[in-house]
C-alpha cells in the first residue's frame, strides 16, 4: 500500500483522538508518578522508515512495547506484510481507545485490504509488557526515552528470551546485553521532534 494512501486511512482512523490528552487523564489516575508512562506517538513516513530498517519478512510478528492508542501497532499492520501485530499497553484508558479504533479498522480498513493481509492479526493487549509474554516477537519497537535505568534492566532481561534473530528497535535508550548485535543508530522525527532510534538483533 501506498504510503499517502495508509496516512490517509490514519488519519480517518484517529479522527477526533488525542491521545496526549488521553494520556495525562490516565496517569493523573495513578496512585503514583512514573515517567515510564510518559505518552509520545509515531509518525507514518518516519515510522515507515524505522520499520524498513530491521528488514521485515512476509508472516513475521510486530509488537510494540507501551502502544498507547495503537498508532505503531496499526501502521506496521499496513506498511509490511506481518502475520500478526500486538500492542501491550498497560493505562486502561489508552488501551480502551486502541480497542475502539481497532473496532474501527475491522468494520471500515480490513474490507477493503489486499487479499494477504485479510487473515492478518491484531492483539491489542492491556497488561504491563514486564510481565506479558511478547516472546514470539520478530520485530519489537519500545518508545523507551522516559524509562528509567531500573525499568531498562528489567525489560532487557525480558530480551533474553526472544528468539535468535529477534529485531529491537529502542527510542533514545541504548541496550547493552551482549546477546544483542548492535546494527545502527539513526535519526528520525516523532511526533515530539527528531529521536534517536536505535536497532539491533538478538545473536543467540
Wanted: proline share 3%; aromatic share 12%.
Amino acid at each position: 500500500m501506498e504510503l499517502e494512501l495508509i496516512t490517509k486511512i490514519m488519519n480517518s482512523l484517529y479522527e477526533g483522538i488525542d491521545g496526549y490528552m488521553i494520556s495525562s487523564s490516565a496517569r493523573k489516575k495513578l496512585p503514583f508518578y512514573d515517567k515510564a508512562h510518559t505518552y509520545g506517538e509515531v509518525l507514518p513516513e518516519s515510522f515507515q522508515k524505522i520499520l524498513a530498517a530491521v528488514e521485515p519478512k512476509k508472516n513475521e510478528v510486530f509488537y510494540d512495547l507501551g502502544s498507547g492508542t495503537g498508532k505503531a501497532v496499526f501502521l506496521s499492520a499496513l506498511l509490511f506484510p506481518f502475520s500478526k501485530v500486538v500492542g501491550i499497553e498497560k493505562l486502561s484508558e489508552l488501551w480502551q481507545t486502541s480497542r475502539l479504533i481497532q473496532n474501527k479498522f475491522d468494520q471500515e480498513v480490513r474490507p477493503g485490504l489486499p487479499n494477504e493481509k485479510k487473515d492478518l492479526k491484531i492483539n491489542l493487549v492491556r497488561g504491563d509488557f514486564l510481565e506479558v509474554d511478547f516472546f514470539d516477537a520478530d520485530i519489537i519497537f519500545a518508545h523507551s526515552t522516559c524509562f528509567h535505568d531500573e525499568f531498562m534492566d528489567h525489560l532487557q532481561r525480558r530480551f533474553l528470551h526472544l528468539k535468535k534473530g529477534a529485531r529491537i528497535i529502542t527510542v533514545t535508550k541504548n541496550l547493552t546485553l551482549p546477546i544483542l548485535d548492535y546494527i545502527k543508530t539513526e535519526v528520525h522525527r516523532l511526533s515530539w521532534g527528531n529521536s534517536t532510534i536505535h536497532y539491533y538483533q538478538k545473536a543467540l
